[in-house]
């Protein structure tokens, strides 16, 4: 599985913007699909995870209620909708899929090459 992420860009401290990440392969379907995130300096971190039918999610007590993942398997895609920006969500965030459903970043097997998104004040 390759994966591509993009939509990342510079937006104003409570915006919104949507991240896709779109995968090639014939099992895209039968993977858990996370979103995670690596600010300058820090470690990468879980933000969310939706299970390969999209019935669970889990999400990172920072973006909770504000961050919703989704996944249209016809279309081999996982979104991450992200409103009320905050400048510390300002960082490169990646999607990654793993055969199983975990918060934890060794977990995954395929990881896309992130997309930057900057929150400005």
């Known amino acids: 599985v390759q994966l591509q992420a993009s939509g990342g860009g510079l937006v104003q401290n409570g915006g919104s913007l949507r991240l896709s990440c779109v995968a090639s392969?014939?099992?895209?379907?039968?993977?858990?699909m996370g979103w995670f995130r690596q600010a300058p300096g820090k470690e990468r971190e879980f933000v969310a995870v939706?299970?390969?039918?999209?019935?669970?999610?889990t999400y990172a007590d920072s973006v909770k209620g504000r961050f919703t993942i989704s996944r249209d398997n016809a279309k081999k895609t996982v979104y991450l909708q992200m409103n009320s920006l905050k400048i510390e969500d300002t960082a490169v965030y990646y999607c990654?899929?793993?055969?199983?459903?975990?918060?934890?970043?060794?977990?995954?097997?395929?990881w896309g090459p992130g997309t930057l998104v900057t929150v400005s004040s």
């Open positions: 990654a899929g793993t055969p199983g459903f975990s918060t934890f970043k060794t977990m995954y097997q395929y």
């Open positions: 392969g014939r099992t895209f379907s039968s993977y858990a």
């Open positions: 939706i299970s390969w039918s999209g019935g669970s999610t």
